[in-house]
């Protein structure tokens, strides 16, 4: 028998948990945060988690036996496959037993170790002692009765992939999340493809944009960028995802087409250092940069370590040549606009999306009083990394799988009207309902 069960993502886009059973083998496909739920019941940094235990009782996580580090039973989970870096894919990892495999990509595997390491000390971002088992497209992992395949596609993270799982049921796809409006839509391409040619029984997949979905390709993204930069006499400020590396080559390229220089964060040149041997990325060097450097009480080691190796800029001399620069700043250094004092006409561009952030809380209420504070109008300039409905439409109809479960949307019911003409039932997901393959 082969059962589906989703401990996450259900009526929330992201903090994907889906476990699937099979005969002798049971994996997850992503273990992430879910940033909605954990809002509803905590405030950090006041109030977080006394007890890892509690978080089964808001079902933030699974009550599953063996499965973490604080528990004493044996591991009965065989491997949790992560799709791609985000957090909300991948964030719990780190409540993991060490013994459990994690599998994902190599680029991934990068993401994780360059984010996870800079994040101050907590239990959600401890992952030292995880076994990672690196795998790429073309692999076939073959875990008890069921094999997974990994196939890449494209997101706003590099190295994303979505999974083919072949069960003694059929096979089933996971799409993680994917976008084919994106910089390279072959990638996504090859996985329907795929995706395809296995005739599945089952379609796991994304569904994020219902409702709010832009259309623009990071090429259309980068020359209105280019404009706004042009007209701006001062300060260019902006905020975009650390993770996207398209998003940053946008930036790096419209500061070099418009005479000013990058600054990037300490955090973001510890990543591009990490991602530097994968020349597939095409990523600036950390030379062509400038890195940003806080005023702080405690300078990490990593932190350190890239200051060394980079021409730095500070806030009191970022002050003095404000026309100079295109300078990411993340909300969580926006006290740096004290020193700063943009002049007027200075600009802020924020390039992630709204109002969900798949890496971090981010609390927009409080960012826009800032610029409100600092005279600094806002512009809103983002590419989506999920699929557009009318496209999802296409790759269903495409795939035809026999069932389809939507999960990572808020939305499951539009969802499910929209598609309701195609072929394959659609499935309302509920929240730690086991779903049996052999009865589709
Ligand atoms: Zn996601
Ligand atoms: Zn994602």
């Known amino acids: 028998m082969t059962s589906i069960t989703f401990y996450g993502g ?64 044996q591991p009965e989970i065989d491997g949790v496959f992560i799709s791609h870096g985000h957090r909300d894919h991948s964030g719990y990892i780190s409540f993991l037993k060490r013994e459990i495999p994690v599998f994902c ?24 002692g995880l076994k990672f088992k690196t795998f790429r497209t073309g692999d076939k992992i073959k875990i008890g009765s069921l094999t997974i395949e990994p196939v890449h596609c494209d997101h706003s993270i590099p190295g994303a992939y979505g999974f083919i799982i072949y069960t003694s049921s059929g096979s089933i796809v996971y799409t ?9 839509p ?15 029984v089952a379609l796991i997949t994304e569904a994020t944009n219902l409702t709010s979905g832009k259309v623009m390709s990071e090429k259309e993204l980068k020359e209105k960028l280019k404009k706004s930069v042009k007209k701006t006499k001062e300060l260019v400020l902006v905020n975009f995802a650390l993770t996207d590396t398209d998003r940053l080559n946008s930036f790096y390229n419209v500061a070099e087409e418009t005479g000013r220089k990058l600054v990037v964060t300490t955090k973001q040149a510890y990543l591009l ?59 969580y250094s926006f006290q740096e606009l004290l020193t700063i004092k943009p002049e007027p006409g200075s600009v802020f561009i924020h390039s992630s999306s709204e109002p969900f952030n798949e890496e971090q809380e981010v609390e927009y209420e409080k960012l826009e009083n800032w610029l409100i504070a600092f005279g600094l109008p806002q512009y809103h300039l983002h590419v989506s990394g999920h699929i557009m409905p009318l496209e999802l439409r296409e790759v269903i109809e495409r795939i035809k799988p026999k069932k389809v479960f939507p999960i990572h949307t808020e939305h499951p019911e539009l969802f499910k009207k929209f598609m309701k003409d195609l072929k394959g039932e659609i499935e309302i997901v509920e929240h730690g309902k086991e779903y049996t393959l052999d009865k589709i």
């Not at 993680?176 to 390279?184: L, P």
């Not at 702080?296 to 806030?315: A, G, H, L, N, P």
């Open 105 to 128: 990509g190599e680029t991934t595997k990068e993401i994780l170790e360059g984010v996870f390491e800079t994040q101050p000390r907590s239990y959600e971002n401890n992952i030292s």
């Open 176 to 184: 993680g999340d994917f976008r084919m409006h994106g910089k390279k």
């Open 186 to 200: 072959e990638l996504t391409q090859d996985f329907v493809e795929k995706a395809e040619k296995a005739e599945p």
């Open 273 to 331: 250092k990490k991602l530097e041997k994968d020349k597939r990325l095409n990523l600036p060097k950390l030379r062509e940069l400038t890195v940003f450097s806080r005023e702080k009480k405690r300078v990490y080691r990593w932190e350190k370590e890239i200051i060394e190796q980079t021409e730095t800029i500070d806030s009191a001399s970022l002050a003095k040549k404000q026309n100079k620069y295109i300078t990411i700043l993340p909300f």
């Open 10 to 73: 259900v009526n929330e886009v992201g903090g994907n948990k889906v476990l699937v059973k099979d005969e002798d083998a049971k994996v997850f496909l992503d273990f992430g945060t879910s940033f909605t739920k954990k809002r509803n019941f905590y405030q950090e940094p006041l109030m977080k988690p006394k007890m890892f235990k509690e978080l089964f009782k808001f079902n933030l996580l699974p009550e599953i036996e063996g499965l973490y580090f604080f528990s004493t039973s």
